[in-house]
């Protein structure tokens, strides 16, 4: 009896203890919070590189700083909707990320959806801190689309699950030349 008392006791602690399957994320704006969930068991490296961001405090007081949409690109380039962020306009940051392995949508079958998070990089195995998420779908961002002329696309890693109306809420932000004008601030991005 004393076993199955601690059996119950160990299997409703664990259960609480673990919200959910795969990890979530919230990145905490100045224009609301976005809910993330990410994918470990598709693509490990870019979800292990982003948590250590993420616990060691490195996204704290961020931005978004980037957007592209239909007006801002040139017309004969293809075409592609998405807010980007991360430390890149961040003044104080004084991290200088390790290069993650690229991770394909071939190999992850996370394909860039809309809502999907991804990597941001310029050569495969160059990202780092930079991440976009994706509005609309954004079949030129997988593997063998037409917005990299290497064809290797980019690593997806998760999807918004709550909080798209704040994603569009920053994409409609203020921009000049696919920067937004202020930048949109993000106070911290945490585990939930």
Same mark, same amino acid.
């Given at each position: ?5 601690? %059996? ?22 100045? %224009?609301?919070?976005?809910? %993330?969930?990410?994918? #470990?068991?598709?693509? #490990? ?9 993420? !616990? ?12 592209? @949409?239909? =007006? ?9 909707? %998405? ?30 959806? !809309? ?26 961002? !997988?593997?063998?689309?037409? @917005?990299?002329?290497? +064809? ?10 709550? +909080?798209? =109306? ?10 000049? @030349? ?15």
């Amino acid at each position: 009896m004393r076993y199955l008392y601690l %059996l119950l006791i160990s299997f409703f602690v664990f259960s609480c203890s673990h919200k959910y399957k795969n990890p979530h994320v919230e990145i905490q704006t100045e %224009l609301g919070d976005i809910e %993330l969930e990410l994918y #470990p068991e598709q693509a #490990p490296k870019t979800v292990a590189s982003f948590l250590s961001h993420i !616990d060691s405090g490195y996204y704290k007081r961020c931005s978004f700083y980037r957007v592209l @949409n239909t =007006d801002n690109q040139s017309s004969d380039a293809p075409k592609a909707e %998405l807010i980007q962020g991360g430390i890149y306009k961040t003044p104080s940051a004084k991290f200088h990320p390790a290069f993650v392995p690229h991770e394909t949508t071939q190999q992850t079958h996370i394909l860039h959806k !809309d809502g999907t998070i991804s990597m941001a990089r310029n050569e495969p195995g160059t990202a780092t801190s930079e991440f976009f998420i994706c509005i609309g779908d954004q079949p030129g961002f !997988d593997y063998g689309g037409a @917005n990299n002329a290497d +064809g290797q696309g980019y690593s997806a890693f998760g999807k918004v699950v709550k +909080g798209m =109306d704040v994603v569009r809420k920053v994409y409609n932000s203020k921009e000049d @030349n696919t920067s937004f004008e202020p930048p949109v601030m993000i106070m911290n991005i945490v585990r939930l």
